[in-house]
């Protein structure tokens, strides 16, 4: 049991470990700081040295990623959060996505989680801390945990395709059938020219011994 266990966690991880970096990389992207831009690549530079020590670690952090230089670039973020009294809740929240999705790339989860958990006590709406935490969780072989991020994606997100497919898919690893077939039947609402969504759903129901009122539903696909 103990082998089929890893195996069954190392065959989930190995592509979500991907998917994980992804989603930190793209992220990165998306919050990088637009004053980087214009600056030189050397750190001693002329303009630099004029700014204060917000603006240059947030400058310096960001010359790091685009170095692909992560746990330097985490140390300018840790820096920068060091000196956050006083920033808008905001800022605040979209400073430790940035360093939580740098640690993701420097392969440092717990960091990361510590710093999405704080990005979600500044935003509790923020999908993007949302799905990196439950990608992270799934690496884990959390799968619970990860099921639990995703419903509240969803319940932000319900038009997103992509993650009630990932939440049904976990639904049905945590053999949770009836809410799996209720999730398939909303992806078949959603895109009804794909049927796979919709057998699906009725191989659920099966499994979940809700016979009579699969049956109906089979039926009626037929």
């Known amino acids: 049991c103990v082998t089929e266990n890893k195996t069954e966690k190392s065959r989930w991880a190995a592509p979500l470990r991907v998917l994980a970096m992804l989603l930190a990389a793209a992220l990165i992207l998306s919050l990088a700081m637009p004053t980087a831009i214009g600056v030189r690549s050397a750190k001693d ?18 010359l790091a990623i685009a170095g692909e230089k992560y ?4 140390g ?10 006083g920033m808008e809740e905001e800022e605040l929240a979209q400073l ?3 360093t939580a999705s740098v640690y993701v790339m420097c392969g440092d989860t717990d960091r990361a989680n510590q710093l999405l958990d704080r ?26 945990k990860a099921a639990e991020g995703l419903e509240r994606v969803v319940e932000l997100d319900p038009e997103d395709p992509d993650t009630r497919l990932t939440l ?16 398939y039947e909303r992806l078949y609402e959603m895109q009804s020219s794909d049927e796979s969504h919709y057998l699906n759903a009725l191989r659920c ?9 699969t049956l109906a539903k089979f039926d009626r696909y037929l």
């Open 168 to 183: 049904a898919q976990l639904y049905e690893r945590l053999n949770d059938y009836p809410a799996a077939a209720a999730e």
């Open 71 to 74: 746990q330097e670039a985490a």
């Open 119 to 144: 990005t979600l006590e500044l935003n509790g709406a923020s999908l993007e801390a949302l799905l990196l935490k439950a990608q992270l969780a799934l690496e884990e072989g959390d799968s619970r």
């Open 205 to 213: 129901g099966f499994l979940s011994g809700n016979d009579e009122e």
């Open 76 to 85: 300018y973020l840790e820096r920068l959060l060091a000196r956050s009294d």
């Open 96 to 98: 430790c996505l940035k």
């Open 45 to 62: 530079s002329e303009e630099a040295q004029t700014l204060d020590d917000a603006d240059r670690y947030s400058i310096f952090a960001d």
